[in-house]
């Protein structure tokens, strides 16, 4: 358990480290230290599938950051603007978002059980009720579209996302000679 | 985009039918045998990919075929969240189950999964065909 809580904290140190550094080459190697200890978080949570996914994708995230930044420029610009009006608003509504979500999370997070603690124990669940509950003979149509319905909403919402960006970067309408 | 041989053509006009009926069989069985809607609309997708690769296409049909597959895919993600919409309006939460869930193995039963497959099948293969329609264009366009 003291790993995971290891790779927590390296993880949103890092985060922040990635935020505020001037160096944007720094900040990019920093974003791959966050996206490597969840893929080992992944790993100690028994999710090597989720595992091997994050990995792939945090390897070219990397690559292709360090490949835009040596193209352009190391120094991040945006850091020492002035705060305006607007600004502070945006700060403000920021923080008043996240109290308010930290005490909803709170009383959400109370109902779960322990981070990582009872492998296997929903799916288990799901093996056992769900021919009675849901009364569908294929189970992975009942996980997939009355368990997590949210996931699947969430995996449409991707395919929907990228079509629509395949679409617009091939369009022939509006495009500029 | 130009057709392909008459061999070609002869044996897709023979499949392509079959193909789209496979499709549909595989979205409407998702929640008794192995498939369901993303399966099945690729499958559908597959099918209308395989007339174009064969018969061709001129490029006023691919704007078309283009306009209706995204009319398409927008009906069939919305017709995915009003499902789980209703769930919340008719029972207690999103995604709920509100259908009645009759019994096993028949091919009503299970509340709200087939029409969900349904949703999910018009979405996925509207969007695929709507990418390979949009792939065409450029090689269309690249050529000329």
Redesign the interface.
């Known amino acids: 358990m003291i790993e995971l809580y290891i790779l927590l904290i390296a993880s949103i140190g890092a985060g922040i480290v990635a935020v505020e550094i001037k160096d944007l080459l720094a900040s990019a190697i920093s974003l791959g230290i966050v996206g490597f200890s969840v893929a080992i978080i992944f790993i100690l949570v028994q999710a090597p599938d989720l595992a091997i996914v994050q990995i792939v994708v945090e390897v070219l995230t990397v690559i292709i950051f360090v490949a835009v930044i040596l193209k352009t420029t190391h120094i991040d610009t945006t850091l020492e603007n002035k705060m305006e009006v607007r600004d502070y608003l945006t700060k403000g509504v920021f923080v008043i978002f996240g109290i308010f979500f930290l005490i909803f999370s709170i009383s959400a997070l109370k109902e779960l059980p322990e981070f990582g603690k009872p492998i296997m124990k929903i799916a288990s669940h799901y093996l056992a009720k769900g021919?009675e509950e849901?009364?569908?003979?294929?189970q992975?149509?009942?996980v997939?579209?009355?368990f997590r319905?949210?996931d699947?909403?969430g995996?449409?919402?991707v395919?929907?996302t990228s079509?629509i960006g395949?679409?617009t970067i091939?369009?022939?309408i509006g495009k500029k000679k | 985009m130009r057709g392909m041989t008459i061999i070609v053509k002869t044996i897709t006009k023979l499949l392509v039918g079959l193909i789209f009926l496979y499709g549909i069989y595989i979205i409407t069985h998702g929640h008794l045998t192995p498939g369901g809607g993303f399966a099945g609309g690729v499958i559908i997708s597959a099918s209308f990919i395989l007339l174009i690769l064969a018969f061709g296409s001129e490029e006023i049909k691919e704007r078309i075929g283009y306009i209706y597959s995204s009319i398409f895919e927008s009906i069939g993600g919305l017709l995915f969240v009003f499902i789980a919409l209703f769930g919340l309006l008719l029972g207690s939460y999103f995604f709920y189950n509100f259908l009645p869930k009759g019994k096993v193995f028949m091919l009503f039963s299970s509340g709200i999964i087939p029409l969900c497959n349904v949703a999910i099948g018009i979405k996925v293969g509207a969007g695929l065909f709507a990418i390979f329609l949009a792939i065409a264009a450029t090689r269309f366009i690249m050529k000329e």
Request: glycine residues 4%; charged residues 20%; hydrophobic residues 65%.
């Open positions: 021919f849901i009364k569908a003979a294929n992975v149509a009942a997939i579209l009355d319905g949210y699947t909403l995996e449409a919402t395919l929907f079509v395949v679409l091939l369009r022939k």
